[in-house]
């Protein structure tokens, strides 16, 4: 995996204005996570959360894989936190829009 993530880091440095740089970031963190070095995921993913878009499929990707490092940490509590930020409960209907029983 070590030839892998030398090999994006290089699409990183050597292409950087293109989309496969800006995808290599993400693919960084997910190796770390396949060696189990969830700490160093988390943080790639966290840093790569603050340069995408909120509103496109990478972004929702990225949460999802963060919320995987977190439960990979054996902590339950935070793979939820990210979702709640980014998609808040709707709030309940004001007493003039509810339905009458």
Do not use: C, W
């Not at 290089?10 to 290599?24: E, F, N, P, W, Y």
């Not at 959360?49 to 990979?72: C, F, Q």
């Amino acid at each position: 995996m070590k030839k892998s993530e030398e090999l994006f880091k290089k699409v990183i440095t050597d292409h950087g204005l293109s989309k496969a740089s800006r995808l290599a970031p993400p693919q960084i963190a997910h190796l770390k996570f396949l060696e189990k070095k969830y700490d160093e995921a988390i943080q790639l993913y966290q840093a790569y959360l603050k340069e995408v878009p909120e509103n496109t499929v990478y972004h929702s990707l990225a949460l999802m894989a963060l919320a995987a490092g977190y439960e990979g940490q054996g902590d339950f509590e935070k793979p939820s936190r990210p979702f709640k930020e980014s998609f808040p409960a709707p709030s309940p209907p004001s007493k003039s829009r509810r339905p009458s029983t």
